[in-house]
């Protein structure tokens, strides 16, 4: 999950007793991809920063037409490097667009990991949303629009939108229906 200011905060109060980083990295690229040392004071930031790149591991922020993105503007992640996982099983469709050849590295292949970000000042990378239906819910990702789309098979349902919402400090899908 996301690494919020306030927790953030609280590692810093630790006054180096102990060390707290912010370790990002989706499961298809072994899980560690990016990292960042929370002993800084980011609270100038609207997002704690997921880091550099760890060791082994290549990150793009493309734009949509799959150009480098400059220092502080928008765009996809994409990753590469040693620990990039060979595509989904059984589901060739969805590994050809999301696995796709790394025209940075040829020969080599990337993830597109959906998450919209942007490089920092610094050489760290800020984490700012999805640029799809996906959201994560307790560690599970959830693509919206396929609950979305269960909906409208359902007799009697003509139109259908699902919503994460906050509820108690958690959230939880709400479908309105």
Same mark, same amino acid.
């Given at each position: 999950?996301?690494?919020?200011?306030?927790l @953030?905060?609280?590692?810093? @109060?630790?006054?180096?007793?102990?060390?707290?980083?912010?370790?990002?990295?989706?499961?298809?690229?072994?899980?560690y !991809?990016?990292?960042?040392?929370?002993?800084?004071?980011?609270?100038? $930031? @609207?997002?704690?920063?997921?880091?550099?790149?760890?060791?082994?591991?290549?990150?793009?922020?493309?734009?949509?037409?799959?150009?480098?993105?400059?220092?502080?503007?928008?765009?996809?992640?994409?990753?590469?490097?040693?620990?990039?996982?060979r595509?989904? $099983?059984?589901?060739?469709?969805?590994? !050809?667009?999301?696995?796709?050849?790394?025209?940075? !590295?040829?020969?080599?292949?990337?993830?597109?990991?959906?998450?919209?970000?942007?490089?920092?000042?610094?050489?760290?990378?800020?984490?700012?949303?999805?640029?799809?239906?996906?959201?994560?819910?307790?560690?599970?990702?959830?693509? $919206?629009?396929?609950i979305?789309?269960?909906?409208?098979?359902?007799?009697?349902?003509?139109?259908?939108?699902?919503?994460?919402?906050?509820?108690?400090?958690?959230?939880?899908?709400?479908?309105?229906?």
């Amino acid at each position: 999950e996301a690494v919020n200011h306030e927790l @953030a905060r609280r590692c810093r @109060a630790l006054g180096g007793r102990v060390s707290c980083e912010n370790i990002y990295g989706p499961t298809e690229i072994t899980i560690y !991809a990016t990292r960042f040392h929370l002993g800084e004071d980011v609270s100038h $930031l @609207a997002n704690v920063p997921i880091g550099v790149p760890m060791r082994n591991t290549k990150v793009y922020v493309l734009s949509p037409q799959g150009q480098l993105q400059p220092i502080g503007v928008p765009g996809e992640l994409c990753i590469g490097g040693s620990g990039l996982a060979r595509g989904y $099983l059984n589901h060739p469709e969805l590994t !050809a667009q999301k696995f796709v050849d790394n025209p940075f !590295a040829p020969g080599t292949r990337m993830y597109r990991t959906g998450d919209l970000v942007r490089w920092l000042p610094d050489g760290n990378i800020e984490f700012l949303g999805r640029i799809d239906q996906q959201v994560k819910i307790r560690g599970y990702r959830i693509e $919206l629009g396929e609950i979305e789309s269960v909906l409208l098979k359902q007799a009697g349902v003509r139109e259908a939108v699902v919503v994460a919402r906050e509820q108690g400090g958690a959230k939880a899908l709400c479908a309105y229906v």
